[in-house]
């Protein structure tokens, strides 16, 4: 049986950082990474931005080069996928029946994009967008369409809605919820990229209810709403979020429900496993301690330094703020902050000059900015999510102070 000192399962974000992490902090152990993907680990926001509109290829959107791997002496297993875990045992199970050791198992799985249920849910043209294979999938069908169907008005739903229309074809954006973006960010920004898409030709629907795919020589044709209209199209991109990859893990023993629950220093509730990014559930001090998964890269890359620090002897809880970025037309959003409890918002700059922040408050202190095109208040506004600073929403909202200003007058 093969036998790593730190074994990582996941060969995307989080787990291709832990593993450079660790080597950084000069961790000599022997490393491995398990990747169910064939590729070497990649950047994955480019998928629904510079990949998908095919400005940039995809050797410029992996992680490290590929000498980087064998230069660390970081090991590859690639194209397989973790079926089990025996904690007891310190081993894990392949799909393909091997067995391989463990001295500290790294869980860095992400997710799998929730599916459709209703009738047609698995047509072909009906694509997902988490992986590189999704994406060239849906790439090699562009030239026959010319009418696309995105189901959810996330960032990913709305993303790939801004790179096909640019891209020349008709868009529709078929929403559950009254607005877009309502899990994520407060009305105002919501209101604005609805705008924003609606101005660009985007066909954007809100409250629309999904009933079914249809399908013409087993391939989706449309979809029909819950009040019957079917939208014609030739291909949907379904963007409904995704469902944390976290089986093998719960099915021995670990605690956890959406996703696996960990402390604040990434540990599960097995021995010597720890997990990191999109699937894991930790106390988040930006939450007041709720327990959350957070989906970002920024959240991924900074647990995989908890991880590190925590493996080589050195441990610091995690403490990151968050950070969040999406790229819509020429619309730069930077994100600082969680923004899920506020019960108030400042608007600061202008909207209609399309650089502008939303500042959300909770009981009077700044927890998070949405910041659009707008990378002043960004870098700026962070000190005042990190502080919590209390200040005025007059003064928030006034531009002729910069909001580091405000920081230090607030300190
Ligand atoms: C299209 C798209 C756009 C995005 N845009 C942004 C953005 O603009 N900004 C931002 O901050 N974040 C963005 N995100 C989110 C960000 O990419 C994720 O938060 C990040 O990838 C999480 O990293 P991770 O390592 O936890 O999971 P992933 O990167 O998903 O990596 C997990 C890996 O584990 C593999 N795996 C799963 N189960 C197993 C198993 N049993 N055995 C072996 N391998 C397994 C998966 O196939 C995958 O390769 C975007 C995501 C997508 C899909």
């Given at each position: 049986m093969d036998e790593y000192d730190v074994l990582i399962v996941g060969g995307g974000h989080a787990g291709a950082q832990a593993a450079a992490v660790l080597r950084q902090n000069g961790f000599a152990g022997s490393i491995a990474i398990i990747g169910d993907e064939p590729e070497l680990p990649y950047e994955?926001?480019?998928?629904?931005k510079d990949y998908l509109s095919g400005s940039k290829s995809f050797e410029r959107i992996l992680i490290r080069p590929a000498r980087f791997w064998s230069d660390k002496d970081i090991a590859m297993l690639l194209g397989r996928s973790v079926a089990a875990v025996d904690p007891a045992g310190h081993r894990v199970e392949t799909a393909d029946g091997a067995m391989i050791g463990y001295g500290v198992l790294i869980w860095a799985t992400g997710g799998v994009p929730r599916r459709l249920t209703?009738?047609?849910?698995?047509?072909?043209?009906?694509h997902p967008i988490r992986t590189r294979a999704d994406v060239d999938r849906l790439r090699g069908e562009l030239d026959g369409i010319a009418r696309v169907a995105v189901i959810g008005g996330g960032y990913i739903g709305l993303e790939a809605a801004a790179v096909l229309t640019g891209l020349g074809r008709h868009v529709t954006v078929l929403e559950a919820?009254?607005?877009?973006?309502a899990r994520v960010a407060g009305e105002p920004l919501s209101r604005f990229y609805e705008v924003e898409h609606r101005d660009r030709g985007v066909d954007l629907r809100l409250g629309a209810t999904v009933m079914c795919i249809e399908e013409r020589n087993g391939e989706a044709s449309g979809v029909r709403l819950a009040d019957g209209e079917v939208i014609a199209c030739d291909a949907v991109i379904v963007g409904i979020g995704i469902i944390p990859a976290v089986e093998p893990l719960l099915a021995a023993g670990a605690a956890g429900t959406n996703g696996v629950d960990v402390d604040a220093y990434c540990r599960?509730?097995?021995?010597?496993v720890f997990a990191i990014g999109d699937c894991a559930a930790c106390p988040n001090p930006f939450a007041a301690g709720t327990r959350l998964r957070v989906e970002s890269v920024a959240n991924a890359n900074d647990q995989a330094v908890t991880v590190a620090r925590a493996v080589v002897g050195a441990p610091q809880p995690f403490d990151a703020v968050p950070w969040f970025w999406s790229n819509q037309y020429d619309l730069k959003l930077q994100t600082v902050g969680l923004s899920g409890l506020h019960d108030a918002t400042v608007i600061r700059g202008q909207m209609a000059a399309r650089s502008f922040s939303v500042i959300y408050l909770q009981e009077g202190r700044v927890i998070a900015l949405d910041c659009v095109n707008a990378t002043r208040d960004y870098v700026q506004g962070r000190a005042l999510v990190i502080a919590g600073a209390v200040l005025p929403p007059d003064r928030l909202a006034?531009?002729?102070?910069s909001l580091k200003e405000l920081a230090s007058s607030a300190a």
């Open positions: 994955r926001p480019p998928l629904s209703c009738t047609g849910h698995d047509l072909a043209r009906v919820l009254p607005r877009v973006l599960t509730s097995l021995p010597d006034d531009t002729s102070a």
